[in-house]
Each structure stands twice: as structure tokens, then as C-alpha cells.
């Protein structure tokens, strides 16, 4: 198969690289994270799809890894007495129930209060977990799958977090504590935002993370500082 040269373009949050391979168009950029080098999510741009089976469940994978990670991180999820294998057994429990849930994002556009059921189901069949943590579980491992092109539309809501909440000045209670009622009371606020730029929730959120982000060279921008200040004081 013939190939193309590979452009790398190096800025002081890594690296984004640019390959071609036949048909084959793929983006990925590689970011400093923690003191190490990551893949963020890829999106492939291609005439026809020639992805492997052993490719995509590498990415499915990944994509897993990095939302249990991103949803539980910042809140005590596991009870004092649990062991490496209790805590094991949840994440593979969480991982399961996230495949099963994202199954009809995949196929169809999903409406909002359909979506909000689902995290609703979601919270419920993980028992130990409150709505705010079942939110972010499900609308962060959407992002990432909507991000790597394998959904049917954009998700109907985005993941939120302290970053968020910041951002449309309703940071209390913290993201972790946000019952059915106020996660709807945000995301109607969130909307709100999003419309008067012209957008939907995940695209608004998308753009406003990518823009905030220091890791993706963002810069002193407006937003930026307050919501850093915010999570010091967490």
C-alpha cells in the first residue's frame, strides 16, 4: 500500500501529527500529560473505513480507561474496606454498563430526556454512585466516543464538572452532589449559553474545554483563570 510522509508540527503541548496511509487519513495529537506523552481522542478522516477489529477495541479500550479515570478521580468511590479486586470488579462493572448504555447513541439521535433516563439507569444499576457521578460517568465516555467518530450524532448533553459549573457561575453544589433535579436545572442553563453562540450543549462544551485547557497550549483566555481558582479551593 502506498504511503505519504508523515507531517509532524510541534508546539509546547506536544505534537500534533498528520499521516496519510492509501485511503487512510489519520490526525492524532500527542499531548504532555502529567509529565508524559498521550494520545488524545482521534478522529479518522477517510474515503473508506479500514480500521481493524484489534485497532478499534484498542481505542474502545482507552476510551474506557480514560472516562473511569476522568469520572472518578476527584470523588470517593470506593468504600475504606474495599480491596484491589472489590474495586477491580466495579470498574469492570462500570466498564460493561458504559458499553451496554452507549449502544443507541451509536444507531440514533438521542433526545434529552431520554438521555437523562439513561443516566438515571446508569446510576441505578451501579448502585453506589450518586446522579452527579453517574452524569459525568456517561456524558465523558460519550464525549470521547463522539470525539473518535463512532456515534450517530453529538451527545445531547456534555460532561459536568467543577470547570463547568464555573462556567456558567453555578458552582454550588460541587458536580459529585448534583441530584436528577439540578443536573436538569444546569443543563437547561447550559442550553441557554449554547444557543446564543449558535450551538449545541456538546459542541459549546467541546469548544470552551479546548479553548481552556492548558494542555492544549489555551493560554491566559477569558474563564480560564477563574475556573483554575475555583478548583484550588476544592
Same mark, same amino acid.
Given at each position: ?16 501529527? @498528520? ?7 489519520? /490526525? ?5 500529560? =502529567? ?5 488524545? +481522542? ?22 474506557? %480507561?480514560?472516562? !473511569? ?32 448504555? %452507549? /449502544? $443507541? ?10 438521555? @437523562? ?6 446510576? %441505578?444499576? #451501579? ?17 470521547? !466516543? ?8 453529538? +451527545? ?7 470547570? @463547568? ?7 454550588? $453544589? ?13 443543563? =437547561?442553563? @447550559? ?14 462544551? #467541546? ?19 477563574? %475556573? ?7
Amino acid at each position: 500500500m502506498a504511503t505519504k510522509p508523515i507531517t509532524v508540527e510541534s508546539s509546547s503541548s506536544g505534537a500534533t501529527v @498528520i499521516g496519510h496511509v492509501g485511503k487512510l487519513a489519520w /490526525v492524532a495529537k500527542a499531548i504532555a500529560w =502529567r509529565g508524559a506523552f498521550c494520545i488524545a +481522542p482521534c478522529r479518522f478522516f477517510q474515503d473508506e473505513m479500514t480500521i481493524s477489529s484489534e485497532q478499534k477495541d484498542f481505542i474502545e479500550k482507552e476510551i474506557l %480507561s480514560r472516562t !473511569l479515570q476522568g469520572a472518578f478521580q476527584r470523588v470517593q468511590i470506593y468504600d475504606k474496606s474495599a480491596t484491589n479486586e472489590d474495586r477491580e470488579q466495579f470498574r469492570e462493572i462500570a466498564r460493561n454498563l458504559l458499553r451496554k448504555s %452507549s /449502544v $443507541p447513541y451509536r444507531i440514533r439521535k438521542i433526545s434529552s430526556q431520554e438521555h @437523562i433516563n439513561n443516566i438515571d439507569t446508569l446510576k %441505578s444499576e #451501579l448502585k453506589i454512585v450518586k446522579f452527579g457521578v453517574a452524569q459525568k460517568l456517561l456524558n465523558l465516555y460519550l464525549k470521547w !466516543l463522539w470525539c473518535a467518530g463512532y456515534l450517530y450524532d453529538a +451527545p445531547p448533553h456534555c460532561p459536568i464538572d467543577s470547570i @463547568i459549573l464555573a462556567k456558567i457561575k453555578t458552582q454550588e $453544589p460541587r458536580w459529585p452532589l448534583l441530584s436528577k433535579e439540578l443536573y436538569e436545572e444546569r443543563v =437547561r442553563k @447550559i442550553s441557554e449559553i449554547a444557543q446564543q453562540e449558535g450551538l449545541e450543549i456538546a459542541s459549546w462544551e #467541546l469548544r470552551f474545554f479546548n479553548h481552556w485547557n492548558p494542555a492544549y497550549g489555551a493560554g491566559d483566555k477569558p474563564g480560564r483563570k477563574k %475556573s483554575e481558582k475555583v478548583l484550588k479551593q476544592k
